[in-house]
């Protein structure tokens, strides 16, 4: 029998494994909107109020310019079922909060809130945090003021703007990101 040439094996889609990157822009003469573009496809987003910043601060409003990696997803169990990714999981309770005070040793980190700990708290009334895509902005090395809690997550109806993160639809999140998106994923923002 003469090869074909063909391999008989089971082949791989692209859609079977990690994007190797995904780019943020601006909108044109609209700072707090974008795009979030991957494989060629265009999703809205809202940014910060402050649109895309090269040196971004902790209350600006900016979102940060820069490339950076996922590291986990967090997510809402009471909400909705665990969601098929390529990145950790770690679900989301009523104590998790995210620490933004640049005093704190706990600063741009995941807390647990107590009666002494306050923070950014992540179970919202609002749905926007029922996905939450941990990227490593501001991670190695931690820098007091340089920003904190910048997330992937969802956005508002209107798509208002974000106090520095990149927030899209749950169709969006769910059809892209959460079944595409992988550690080594770049996302590249500006």
């Given amino acids: 029998m003469q090869n ?3 391999s008989t094996s089971c082949t791989t889609h ?3 494994r990690p994007l190797a990157a995904i780019h943020v822009r601006a909108a044109a003469g609209r700072p707090e909107r ?3 573009i991957a494989e060629g496809r265009a999703f809205p987003v809202a940014l910060g109020r402050g649109g895309i910043r090269a040196n971004k601060r902790e209350g600006d409003g900016g979102t940060p310019r820069g490339i950076f990696r996922p590291i986990r997803l967090w997510w809402r169990p009471d909400r909705h079922p665990r969601p098929r990714t390529f990145l ?3 679900p989301i309770t009523p104590t998790d909060a995210w620490c933004e005070d640049p005093a704190d040793r706990h600063y741009n980190r995941p807390i647990r809130l107590t009666r002494d700990a306050s923070g950014d708290r992540l179970t919202r009334d609002d749905h926007l945090y029922d996905f939450i895509i941990e990227i490593d ?3 190695r090395p931690r820098i007091a003021g340089r920003g904190s809690a910048v997330f992937l997550h969802l956005a508002r109806d209107n798509f208002g703007p974000t106090a520095g993160c990149v927030a899209m639809t749950r169709s969006a999140m769910l059809r892209l990101l959460l079944r595409r998106i992988g550690p080594r994923t770049k996302i590249v923002i500006g």
């Fill in 4 to 6: 074909s040439g063909f």
């Fill in 137 to 139: 902005h501001n991670t």
């Fill in 88 to 90: 950790p999981v770690r």
């Fill in 34 to 36: 974008g795009w979030l």
């Fill in 14 to 16: 692209s859609r079977d």
